[in-house]
């Protein structure tokens, strides 16, 4: 049996659309992000993969992106765990903040380095600000040292690897199948894990809404292969 984990980015949210950053604001997904969800579904019911589990954000919309795939690959009944730790990445005071108008105040280079770098985070929030998790219900079973007010890659990593250890692994060990609908850069630090690419190379990595981006392993837990159900031509 081919050992394989599914990993979706949800499908286009109104940030998204609106080209603001996001990162823990928990914004909806667009009529687009719908579209793509359901295509996800369709492509993985034609591939008649029966899926052990879903796992996702606490976050809306990749909430709703999971439950519209699963439903569209007619899976809607299996049980799925919500976990903080593979949220989207925390933007810090950037959050809300256009990205075009911001590379217009500080420079386009600086807003890559926020946006790519491996180890450079946004400007923090003030904890007394009100986009600060520590005033959002759904975190207050957390401790103040768990929530972040700015995370660089390097920190969404630490946070999403336990996840990986945890809860990825054991399931690829057991034949398990899961699907995880995440975000861009939750997903990357797992892509940074599974690929083993150095700090530098991650800069270049991108990953599409909505679109399942699949890994293939050996008995061993090796990557054998990556790939993207694309459409078909």
């Given at each position: 049996?081919?050992?394989?984990?599914?990993?979706?980015?949800?499908?286009?949210?109104?940030?998204?659309?609106q080209?603001?950053?996001?990162?823990?604001?928990?914004?909806?997904?667009?009529d687009?992000?719908?579209?793509?969800?359901?295509?996800?579904?369709?492509?993985?019911?034609?591939?008649?993969?029966?899926?052990?589990?879903g796992?996702?954000?606490?976050?809306k919309?990749?909430?709703?992106?999971?439950?519209l795939?699963?439903?569209?690959?007619?899976?809607?009944?299996?049980?799925?765990?919500?976990?903080?730790?593979?949220?989207e990445?925390?933007y810090?005071?950037?959050?809300?903040?256009?990205?075009?108008?911001?590379?217009?105040?500080?420079?386009?280079?600086?807003?890559?380095?926020?946006?790519?770098?491996f180890?450079?985070?946004?400007?923090?929030?003030?904890?007394?600000?009100?986009?600060?998790?520590?005033?959002?219900?759904?975190?207050?079973?957390?401790?103040?040292?768990?929530?972040?007010?700015?995370?660089?890659?390097?920190?969404?990593?630490?946070?999403?690897?336990?996840?990986?250890?945890?809860?990825?692994?054991?399931?690829l060990?057991?034949?398990?199948?899961?699907?995880?609908?995440?975000?861009?850069?939750?997903?990357?630090?797992?892509?940074?894990?599974?690929?083993?690419?150095?700090?530098?190379?991650?800069?270049?990595?991108?990953?599409?809404?909505?679109?399942?981006?699949?890994?293939?392993?050996?008995?061993?837990?090796?990557?054998?292969?990556?790939?993207?159900?694309?459409?078909?031509?």
């Open positions: 049996m081919t050992r394989r984990l599914i990993i979706i980015r949800h499908g286009q949210s109104v940030w998204n659309q080209k603001l950053f996001t990162g823990w604001t928990d914004v909806d997904i667009t687009q992000g719908r579209a793509e969800a359901i295509s996800a579904g369709k492509k993985l019911a034609a591939k008649g993969w029966r899926i052990d589990a796992y996702t954000s606490y976050q919309r990749a909430i709703k992106t999971l439950n795939a699963l439903e569209h690959c007619d899976q809607l009944y299996l049980p799925v765990t919500k976990d903080w730790r593979i949220n990445r925390h810090g005071a950037l959050q809300g903040e256009s990205k075009v108008e911001m590379a217009e105040k500080v420079g386009a280079e600086q807003v890559h380095i926020w946006r790519r770098s180890d450079t985070p946004p400007p923090a929030l003030d904890p007394n600000d009100p986009r600060h998790p520590r005033h959002d219900p759904r975190y207050a079973h957390l401790t103040p040292a768990q929530l972040p007010a700015s995370e660089s890659l390097k920190d969404t990593l630490i946070r999403v690897q336990p996840v990986i250890d945890e809860v990825f692994l054991p399931a060990r057991a034949e398990k199948l899961l699907l995880v609908s995440a975000h861009g850069n939750s997903i990357r630090a797992m892509v940074k894990y599974f690929d083993q690419l150095s700090d530098a190379d991650i800069t270049s990595v991108n990953i599409p809404t909505g679109v399942p981006l699949v890994y293939e392993f050996a008995d061993d837990l090796t990557v054998t292969a990556k790939y993207y159900l694309e459409d078909e031509a």
